[in-house]
């Protein structure tokens, strides 16, 4: 971001103190990933090499990615495996649901890779796992942070609102001019409209949505995005800094100070999202059980208003 004027990283684009995390240990950590590997289930913790994996797992809150662990995408800043998939896992809905339950998860975040290659895109497998939930844990809430669906994102959308998850969440990463370099295989305004969609057909569901700050963005590019999120009626916003996963990926282009994100979320706020999280750490399924919880409120509060 040129207008703060922050010192360009060093070639080893080493992290500022902020950022730095302890290595997972727990016991807790260990016990969760004995679960996942019994369960054939992969995780986004895992495979985008999450930062927070060793906070969030000691507390066994780990997002589960479904319809296997290789994306048919090739996103320049994730570092999830790009290749041809696996057929999809007809097992997948019950080890989901049986990991919430053993996990003891009062709140759920299911993701999955890009899959271009199914007709539908994978959005009958989100239903199942909704619906698989619903079953074995009714009490707990279910959010969901899908792929774009591209080209198939009215149907797939439908299907999935249909079985009814509390929270859609869909990033969209990073600002429209990064497009062609960050996000390559998508269209930032199909991202925007399928939020909208989302709300257009079932208004009681939350909507949700990221963006990755230090890829190069302007810092009125991301106020701009703000303002598109909250056109299409988005409730919740999260921020956090980009982490280059491997050499082969974007570079950092700044470490975006903690005192910037604090000026982010104030203007996130004012602009009128329910909820903002904004930090260096802030990844869309990071705390999303306690933000659900406050954006539940946030609504109540608004409406009690009205
Ligand atoms: S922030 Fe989300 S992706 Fe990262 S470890 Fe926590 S639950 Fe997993």
Same mark, same amino acid.
């Given at each position: 971001?040129?207008?703060?004027?922050?010192?360009?990283?060093?070639?080893?684009?080493?992290?500022?103190?902020?950022?730095?995390?302890?290595?997972?240990?727990?016991?807790?950590?260990?016990?969760?990933?004995?679960?996942?590997?019994?369960?054939?289930?992969?995780?986004?913790?895992?495979?985008?090499?999450?930062?927070?994996?060793?906070?969030?797992?000691?507390?066994?809150?780990?997002?589960?990615?479904?319809?296997?662990?290789?994306?048919?995408?090739?996103?320049?800043?994730?570092?999830?495996?790009?290749?041809?998939?696996?057929?999809?896992?007809?097992?997948?809905?019950?080890?989901?649901?049986?990991?919430?339950?053993?996990?003891?998860?009062?709140?759920?975040?299911?993701?999955?890779?890009?899959?271009?290659?199914?007709?539908?895109?994978?959005?009958?497998?989100?239903?199942?796992?909704?619906?698989?939930?619903?079953?074995?844990?009714?009490?707990?809430?279910?959010?969901?942070?899908?792929?774009?669906?591209?080209?198939?994102?009215? #149907?797939?959308?439908?299907?999935?609102?249909?079985?009814?998850?509390?929270?859609?969440?869909?990033?969209?990463?990073?600002?429209?001019?990064?497009?062609?370099?960050?996000?390559?295989? #998508?269209?930032?305004?199909?991202?925007?409209?399928?939020?909208?969609?989302?709300?257009?057909?079932?208004?009681?569901?939350?909507?949700?949505?990221?963006?990755?700050?230090?890829?190069?963005?302007?810092?009125?590019?991301?106020?701009?995005?703000?303002?598109?999120?909250?056109?299409?009626?988005?409730?919740?916003?999260?921020?956090?800094?980009?982490?280059?996963?491997?050499?082969?990926?974007?570079?950092? #282009?700044?470490?975006?100070?903690?005192?910037?994100?604090?000026?982010?979320?104030?203007?996130?706020?004012?602009?009128?999202?329910?909820?903002?999280?904004?930090?260096?750490?802030?990844?869309?399924?990071?705390?999303?059980?306690?933000?659900?919880?406050?954006?539940?409120?946030?609504?109540?509060?608004?409406?009690?208003?009205?």
């Amino acid at each position: 971001m040129t207008e703060a004027l922050a010192p360009t990283p060093s070639p080893k684009q080493r992290k500022p103190d902020w950022i730095r995390v302890k290595a997972p240990t727990s016991a807790g950590f260990a016990e969760t990933k004995k679960l996942m590997r019994r369960l054939n289930l992969a995780t986004v913790c895992e495979e985008a090499a999450c930062p927070n994996i060793g906070e969030c797992w000691t507390k066994k809150h780990a997002t589960v990615m479904i319809l296997g662990d290789t994306c048919t995408r090739a996103c320049a800043f994730c570092n999830v495996k790009t290749g041809m998939p696996r057929p999809v896992d007809p097992l997948e809905p019950e080890h989901v649901a049986v990991a919430a339950a053993e996990l003891g998860l009062e709140h759920i975040v299911v993701t999955s890779v890009d899959r271009d290659d199914l007709p539908d895109g994978g959005a009958g497998q989100f239903v199942k796992v909704i619906q698989a939930l619903r079953r074995n844990t009714p009490s707990t809430t279910i959010e969901i942070l899908t792929p774009d669906f591209r080209n198939k994102a009215d #149907a797939a959308v439908e299907a999935i609102i249909e079985a009814g998850p509390d929270v859609y969440n869909h990033n969209l990463e990073t600002v429209p001019r990064l497009y062609p370099t960050i996000r390559p295989g #998508a269209r930032y305004y199909a991202s925007l409209r399928l939020l909208e969609g989302v709300k257009r057909h079932d208004p009681r569901i939350f909507t949700k949505s990221g963006v990755m700050v230090g890829l190069g963005e302007e810092r009125l590019e991301v106020h701009q995005v703000m303002d598109d999120m909250r056109s299409a009626d988005i409730d919740f916003l999260t921020m956090g800094q980009y982490l280059q996963p491997t050499p082969r990926h974007a570079k950092v #282009a700044e470490f975006v100070t903690p005192q910037t994100f604090n000026a982010y979320a104030a203007i996130a706020r004012a602009k009128g999202f329910l909820l903002v999280a904004a930090s260096p750490l802030t990844r869309s399924s990071y705390h999303a059980g306690d933000d659900f919880q406050k954006m539940r409120a946030a609504r109540e509060a608004r409406l009690a208003k009205a």
